[in-house]
């Protein structure tokens, strides 16, 4: 049997162009982080109820939920700050957020609210830190869309 050296050359050459294709288009996809797992799923706390606890008793609320995370069902997003915002700005850490009346939502991973704007209706777990001055802050937040809304227009990073 003889071996055609041009056919080779062409077949190496082709299978060399299919697996830089295929590695050159993973490399480019969005970075995607890790869904938090739990070892038990964390108990629902509806913001309002967050919200009206702090205003009742600052100090027992402070002990029962600071600390702790919580699934915030259904949490409708009225302002996000997110780099799609702050277009060629520089950001610093703990100003990303999405926010729902008094509540901020701040973002485990940078990017986790590219993707959201005011309008969208969330499933969020968070770590509920506290209340500075009238806003309420839940860190480390986890965002699963229950609804669309209106993104901002790309900022070109």
Known sequence: MKIDATSCVKNLVSAVLVICAGAGSLSCGKTS?????????????EIQAL????????????TMYEGKTFLFPSVAVDQV????????EEYMSGELFAASGQARFYPKYLHDLDAIGPGFVMDITGEVKGCAG?????????????EGGTLP????Y
């Open 153 to 156: 227009p790309p900022s070109g």
């Open 33 to 45: 982080y890790p869904v938090p797992a739990f070892e038990q799923a964390p108990p629902v706390l």
């Open 81 to 88: 700050k997110n780099l799609r915002t702050l277009p060629g």
């Open 51 to 62: 919200i009206s606890e702090y205003a009742a008793d600052p100090s027992t609320a402070a």
């Open 134 to 146: 009238s806003y309420y802050s839940i860190t480390d937040c986890t965002y699963w869309v229950l």
